[in-house]
């Protein structure tokens, strides 16, 4: 049983089913599709949406596209050339082919791991490929498709539609923009933008009516956890990686707790695939998830790895913000600003055993921080950073703190 009403450290404990209604069972309403949308969005947010990570949970694999030749290579060609559609794709890849049925997909044994710091991409579970014919229903299509029929299980969409997170918009709309939700003029509440994001960032969830895990029929503006259930005891949390345990601990602190201040939208701009405004707030507990308690906010937690937690600053405050505001090849990103300030945080002891001349893969293993796909493991960055561009910026990073120690 997923518990809800778990204790939060505050006084007030709400039952996060007790507001809204839902559609849990009922057939998906009728909406208006994302092609609809463009007729008036087509300059502002179409020009983006295309390589939106939203839009590319499920994309099409045309012939010539250099994975394909992968495929087929290793698979063979008649079973390549029945995959036409990639499922994820930076860390790790399944493969889909429409099914006879409306709305389905079937799924492909065969996963793609990313190649990662010089290593080829490794077909996982291939020597004997085979097509399942239920599995993308019956745990994928939630969150990777729109407007998923509680009674079929098919899709009528596929990826993420604009309804998925914007809900049933009034034609009136284009008049008055205050009847879409999560736009500018709408006045959402707190626990309805949760409801919203967690339908599909709310991992370890299950529908209580269907027992799949993923939301039944969830329309925006519903109460998602009228039927959705979620962990979110102290336990439960505990377990989970910064990342997802600062997700869940906002759902618990607004739909348990009924806190209305923070929410996923506070810090992340979905269109502009940003978490630069998550760097001008006021600091709250949320933020020990991932950030000290004291000090420049700048400078995450070690996440990961043999360091951990054991890395002491050897500067002073001024010292800190010099090297955090190292020039680089052009105007900084939010990306930057964290890969210097996590250099900064490194002790002088962790550093003085690293060799530039190391392979990426011993310095990899000396960082500890390293994701499997041969990406640095940093908290709210706006993109990757390889271990070329680490060993780059960590050079400067050393040679000007060498300038600050002889002063």
Known sequence: MFSLLAATGQDQKLDPAAWGSDHVGKPVPEYLTGDECLFCHRVNLGTGWGSNHHNMTMHALEPDASIMAELKRQLGDKVASEIKVELGGRLLSRFLKPDQAYGKMDLLSVARKSGSAGKPAELLHKDQPHWDTAQFAESCAGCHATGIEPSTKAFSSPSLDCYTCHGLVDPKHSKDTSLVFLSRKHKETAREVISI???????????????????????????????????????????????????????????????????????????????????????????????????????????????????????????????????????????????????????????????????????????????????????????????????????????????????
């Open 197 to 407: 994001c967690a339908q599909c960032h709310a991992r370890g969830g299950r529908s209580r009516a269907s027992g799949l895990p993923y939301a039944n029929n969830f329309v925006a503006g519903d109460n998602l956890f009228r039927d959705f259930q979620v962990d979110l005891s102290p336990e439960a949390l505990s377990k989970l990686d910064p990342g997802n345990r600062h997700i869940l601990e906002n759902i618990r602190d607004v739909v348990v707790g009924g806190k209305e201040d923070l929410t996923c939208l506070t810090c992340h701009q979905i269109h502009k695939q940003s978490t630069l405004p998550h760097r001008r707030l006021v600091k709250s507990d949320i933020c020990l998830d991932c950030h000290n308690a004291t000090g420049s906010m700048k400078v995450r937690k070690t996440l990961r790895g043999p360091q951990q937690n054991v890395w002491v600053l050897t500067m002073n405050a001024e010292q800190q913000r010099a090297l955090e505001q190292l020039p680089g090849d052009g105007p900084p990103d939010e990306t930057d600003i964290g890969l210097r300030a996590y250099l900064t945080r490194l002790s002088d002891e962790h550093l003085a055993k690293y060799d530039p001349n190391w392979t990426d893969e011993q310095v990899m293993e000396w960082d500890g921080q390293f994701r499997e796909d041969g990406n640095l493991m940093l908290v709210c960055c706006e993109r990757d950073i390889d271990v070329e561009e680490f060993r780059r910026v960590l050079a400067i990073h050393l040679a000007e703190r060498r300038k600050l120690a002889a002063h």
